[in-house]
């Protein structure tokens, strides 16, 4: 079976005052992140309207990977355990496949 990429593009709003405490949780995500085989590329960024708005984009060779493997990677733990407390909603997640690349 072929491997299908996928990006993950996944919405957060934390409570204010909440970014020290964020950045230390999904920063080491990230950076655990950039040794699997799978793993394209992430982007972080912030709403320029909202500063407690962040998204995050995640680009990975392998969406069944992602499934199966990445998402209960342990890394991932300490921060899943943290977002309920930091988030003022729960994260909004949408999943994109690739219909056209230049580059």
């Given at each position: ?10 919405s957060?709003?934390?409570r ?16 655990a992140?950039?040794?699997?085989d ?7 960024g ?13 680009t ?7 499934t ?11 921060m899943?355990?943290a977002?309920d ?7 909004e997640?949408?999943?994109w496949?690739?219909?056209?690349s230049?580059?």
């Open positions: 079976m072929a491997k299908t990429s996928v990006t993950y593009v996944v957060f709003e934390i204010p005052g909440q970014e020290a405490r964020f950045r230390a949780a999904l920063d080491p995500v990230l950076d992140m950039r040794d699997e799978s793993f394209v590329s992430s982007a972080l912030r709403d320029a309207a909202n500063e407690n708005r962040f998204l995050l984009h995640e990975w060779s392998d969406e069944d990977d992602v199966n493997v990445q998402l209960k990677r342990p890394y991932r733990d300490a899943n355990a977002l407390e930091i988030l003022a909603r729960p994260r997640v949408t999943v496949r690739p219909l056209r230049d580059g």
